[in-house]
């Protein structure tokens, strides 16, 4: 509702009245305002000192018949000025003000709403909404007790101090408009209906985006509402019956809450009622019998907001036919089903009709939009439709909005389009279109800002003149069969999803100049040549996919460290070309996913990733040349989740340090909001989810196999270190990891025994250890992964009894363990011995270890020392003397004792003659 002002008229330039003036003081606090303000449309531009302020713009001043009498300032209304700057006090001296709107502007400076406000005790109409303040609000605001009309709204996004005390508002006992959207009233909550149901006059109440809470909503003496906006908060349990009792209600938005059930009998009531919004609640009902409670509403409502509802059924004629006033009908994301019926093209008020992403079937004609003149929007995405209109067919709207994706239109391309020249968002993705796009349809959308046409069949060139866009943002043209090079770029674009077609050739010439261009996405393409350094110009550039194409050389030296806290790039992707160099110079300090993957790039991992990519979640170097070892600095970088380093050449010990891994240590059950990998420039208009869209064509290697990952792509947390030349044991520290959802350390050269330790990590659903030098028994810890589905550990010296327990038991295929001899027990052919143990103990199998390397250490002792004095005795001549009369010596006296003892015992033994 638009408010209208009280008790001013205005005498705004009024060329005849000469007699008009206005009081020094208050020409001069003007002024003074207008200095503390940018004004860079010249929108005050007749505020002159020598000008009668009476006559400047926006300002208007009393009557009066008296000749000679002074004309105060009564009302200044400047709203949608663009001002920015603070509003400065000296509006205080304005002490017959009755009206001031100010909205619509950028002042305030992210500071409180003005203290001197609350002085300009005349005031009936205040309007400083769509202004940038910072909370408390201050309660000094209570004191204008004559006001009629407060509007403090959507100027609080994003406070930093939210108000705690809203009692004042109980003081405004004249009010009759309030609107404090956008601004949290959490902790203000237990005051704030105390004092909103004192106010008998109150006939608007708008409290959207103020997160309030169920327990929170009060309503008594509100019966004289009639407008209610509650919508965008956080309001749950059943629907308020109190809200019946509202009959004189107009506009009642409850949408965007978590109110569920059935709606309330006494809401039949509400017979006056011209906007009805309860978008995304649960009203979990059929359409028809939402549409008898409130029956005696349907031919004055306007606007019907129940898309996302749970709402069923199917759309009858006579209901249809009823909505003779309506104008905006949104019932979109539902489960509606069945035909629409013609009905609507009879609604001749209709401007916006929404009902993408329900179940709707059936043929769309001419006659559903017969008398349609009106109509502006027109979203029918994603239900099971076909448009089928007659190529000769001239439709009688001019639409802003076309979404029909999904709609069965194709092969042929729809000729009506051709009249739509006032198009700013048009949608035909996935619809089997087939062909060259006709040359008009760059001309109907010459002012467009939104142009989807992913997913048909669409061949041929694009235009050169496709830089002649001027409005273009968003161009999405991914899974078709274009062709021919991709020629220079829109400079308004902001958003390019091409791949998945057959381009070629290098990149646009004028990349440096799309100075907007936030979203690059180009892979599986033939694009060639190498990427220039203008791609560093891109300074917004937030997600560049260039992956599957042609490119080669090295790349250029961007986000340098100086740059990197400017830089917006959270995604770089150039997988699988034909790239080289060492490890790319990359600093962005907002950086999450890197992939190099399938490149030549070559030397070690740097040290200073952990300085310019603090942010990194995802970083990918698999099938490169990379060598050395694993820097330890890696495991500082807080947020890494998935770590591929497999098929290149990293050589050395399997790190223990891997274990600090702070992203791989807890369990992601779902995804962490305030994570760095943000996909999405923040002046997006795009109505998809950009990020979703993004992980639709992200690769990752997941038990063994390449797969394509989509929205669950954040809840993966790996390493893959395969098919490298790491040595040494698995570190028992590595059961600390307990996020891991896949392990991957196969075809190294790994040895010792498996750590019991691995089977800590509940969340691991794949485990490959195959192709390594491991022995000794499989620790009975890994039965007990419950949520493990793959498994290999093949070709290694393992030993023993294969543990039967649990979840071991359903991975009952012998390739598992082949190529381990001494493995026993199913799924294997190998029967274990009957006393054999299942597995020995960790203190068993150690001691076996020590006492191997006991004995191997004795036989080590005496062949060194044999040695050595073999070899003394051969250079040392006096010592081999001596040596050798030593032993003729010993021989001597044993050879004496020997005969002695022998005559000795033979003359005892000997039998008397």
């Not at 080289?580 to 996913?593: D, M, N, T, Y």
């Not at 991992?605 to 698999?622: A, D, S």
Request: aromatic letters at 10%; charged letters at 15%.
């Amino acid at each position: 509702m638009h408010a209208t002002s009280i008790e001013e008229s205005p005498t705004n330039a009024v060329a005849d009245q000469p007699r008009s003036r206005c009081l020094a003081g208050e020409r001069a606090a003007l002024l003074s305002f207008k200095a503390g303000t940018t004004d860079l449309h010249g929108r005050l531009a007749s505020w002159e000192a020598g000008r009668d302020c009476c006559q400047w713009s926006g300002v208007h001043c009393s009557n009066s018949i008296t000749a000679g009498a002074v004309h105060h300032v009564t009302k200044l209304s400047l709203p949608f000025y663009l001002l920015g700057g603070e509003i400065s006090s000296s509006l205080s001296s304005l002490v017959f003000l009755r009206h001031l709107d100010l909205s619509g502007n950028f002042l305030g400076n992210s500071r409180p709403i003005p203290q001197f406000l609350g002085s300009l005790v005349h005031l009936r109409y205040l309007d400083i909404s769509r202004n940038i303040f910072d909370g408390p609000i201050l309660p000094q605001l209570g004191n204008l007790s004559k006001l009629m009309h407060l509007n403090i709204g959507s100027c609080c996004f994003f406070c930093d101090t939210n108000p705690t005390d809203v009692s004042w508002l109980s003081r405004l006992r004249k009010l009759k408009h309030l609107d404090m959207t956008s601004w949290d009233l959490t902790t203000a909550a237990a005051n704030l209906f105390p004092a909103i149901n004192v106010l008998l006059d109150l006939r608007v109440l708008r409290l959207p985006y103020c997160r309030l809470t169920s327990y929170s909503l009060q309503f008594h003496n509100l019966s004289a509402l009639t407008v209610l906006d509650l919508s965008y908060n956080s309001l749950q349990g059943s629907f308020p019956a109190v809200v019946g009792n509202m009959t004189s209600l107009e506009e009642l938005n409850l949408g965007y809450n978590r109110f569920a059930g059935l709606l309330p009998p006494s809401w039949s009531n509400l017979c006056s009622l011209r906007l009805l919004g309860l978008s995304a609640s649960d009203v979990n009902d059929d359409i028809r019998k939402v549409i008898e409670k409130f029956g005696c509403t349907w031919k004055t409502v306007q606007y019907l907001y129940l898309s996302d509802a749970n709402i069923t059924g199917s759309l009858t004629s006579y209901w249809i036919a009823q909505l003779t006033s309506m104008r905006e009908l949104e019932l979109g994301g539902n489960m509606l089903t069945g035909h629409i019926p013609t009905e609507i093209g009879r609604l001749s008020n209709l401007t916006v009709l929404y009902l993408r992403n329900n179940a709707f079937s059936g043929n769309i004609t001419e006659k559903h939009f017969s008398d349609l003149a009106n109509l502006q929007t027109l979203h029918l995405s994603e239900n099971l439709l076909a448009v089928n209109l007659a190529a000769n067919w001239t439709p009688p709207f001019k639409l802003q909005d076309v979404y029909l994706r999904s709609c069965r239109i194709g092969p042929q391309f729809p000729l009506w389009l051709q009249t739509q020249t006032t198009v700013e968002r048009l949608d035909l993705s996935n619809n089997s279109i087939g062909g060259a796009v006709p040359s008009w349809f760059w001309k109907s959308v010459s002012n467009a800002s939104e142009v989807y046409l992913s997913d048909n069949q669409l061949n041929g060139t694009l235009p050169t003149t496709l830089k002649q866009l001027p409005m273009l943002y968003v161009l999405e043209l991914s899974f078709n069969r274009f062709t021919g090079v991709l020629p220079e770029l829109p400079i308004s674009l902001g958003e390019l999803i091409a791949s998945n077609n057959l381009l070629s050739g290098p990149l646009p010439a004028n990349l440096e100049l799309c100075t907007f261009l936030y979203f690059l996405v180009i892979s599986h393409n033939l694009i060639s040549g190498t990427i220039k350094p203008s791609v560093c110009q891109m300074k917004v550039l937030n997600v560049l996919d260039m992956s599957d194409n042609q490119l080669q050389g090295k790349l250029p030296s961007c986000w340098t460290d100086s740059q990197s806290n400017q830089s917006q790039l959270n995604v770089l992707m150039l997988r699988n070309n034909s790239l080289s160099g060492e490890f790319p110079s990359i600093s962005s300090s907002k950086l999450a996913l890197l992939d190099l993957s399938y490149n030549n790039f070559f030397g070690s991992i740097p040290v200073w990733i952990v300085k310019k990519m603090p942010l990194l979640k995802y970083l990918i170097l698999r099938s490169n040349i990379f060598s050395g070892h694993i820097p330890e600095e890696i495991t500082e970088l807080d947020y890494l989740q998935y770590l591929d380093l497999a098929e290149n050449k990293i050589s050395g010990t399997l790190p223990y340090f891997l274990a600090k891994m702070k992203a791989m240590s807890y369990v992601h059950n779902q995804y962490v909001k305030d994570g760095p990998l943000n996909v999405g420039h923040p002046v997006y208009i795009t109505s998809y989810n950009r990020q979703q869209r993004y992980f639709d064509s992200l690769y990752m290697v997941f038990r063994g196999e390449m797969l394509q990952y989509s929205s669950n792509a954040p809840y993966l947390v790996s390493i893959d270190l395969s098919r490298n030349s790491l040595t040494g044991d698995i570190p028992r520290e590595i059961g600390g990891l307990v996020g891991l959802i896949n392990l991957n350390l196969s075809r190294n050269h790994l040895h010792g025994t498996i750590p019991d330790q691995i089977g800590q990590l509940q969340s691991l659903e794949a485990l490959d250890l195959s192709n390594n030098e491991l022995y000794g028994v499989i620790p009975e810890g890994l039965s007990n992964l419950s949520a493990l589905n793959h498994l290999n550990l093949s070709y290694n010296n393992l030993s023993g009894r294969i543990p039967t327990g649990r979840q071991l038991q359903t991975l009952d295929d012998p390739s598992i363990y082949v190529g381990n001899s001494y493995l026993c027990g199913p799924p294997t052919s190998n029967k274990c011995a009957t006393n054999q143990p299942t597995v020995p103990s960790h203190h068993e199998q150690e001691g076996r270890n020590n006492l191997m390397f006991v004995f191997l250490g004795m036989g080590i002792g005496f062949t060194v020392g044999l040695n050595i004095t073999l070899l003394v005795l051969l250079f040392k001549e006096k010592w081999r003397i001596a040596y050798f009369r030593l032993v003729d010596n010993l021989y001597d006296m044993v050879y004496v004792f020997v005969i002695l003892t022998w005559k000795s015992w033979v003359k005892r033994n000997m039998p008397e003659a």
